[in-house]
């Protein structure tokens, strides 16, 4: 019986792991910034999903790496994503949609003082027009 030629077998090989895992890092390391996070966590995730899936079919050797890559970019892509949407939704500058006398009792510091008198220049300038800069 002729024994079966190397080609009869799928060639198993490193794919996606270190990629995915570097992306991984990459990503869960620059969350904090936001938009990297989000886009490094992306390319991670899709990496190491790739990976992965070859990884589990016998095709590749590191299904480990792969699966890093793929959980750190998601944490990555979460954390960036929360990062994005507080920026871009988030509740704003203190005193934001209150009158300037509501401003000025909710102020607890002269900075937070300086901004209602900065969204409300015109009234404050009028009803304190002494006052110093």
Not at 11 to 36: I, K
Not at 78 to 94: D, Y
Not at 115 to 121: A, D, E, R, V
């Amino acid at each position: 019986m002729p024994e079966p030629e190397a080609a009869d077998e799928p060639e198993r090989r490193t794919a996606m792991g270190m990629p995915a895992l570097v992306l991984g890092l990459l990503a869960a390391g620059t969350a904090w910034s936001g938009w990297a996070g989000v886009v490094l966590g992306l390319f991670a995730v899709a990496a190491g999903y790739l990976g992965a899936r070859r990884a589990w079919r016998g095709l590749a050797t590191d299904g480990a790496y792969s699966l890093g890559g793929l959980v750190l970019g998601a944490v990555g892509l979460v954390w960036g994503a929360v990062v994005v949407s507080q920026t871009l939704f988030g509740s704003g500058a203190f005193g934001d949609g209150l009158t300037l006398d509501q401003c000025l009792d909710q102020a607890t510091s002269s900075f937070e003082m300086h901004m209602c008198k900065s969204q409300h220049i015109t009234e404050f300038n009028q009803r304190f027009p002494n006052a110093a800069e």
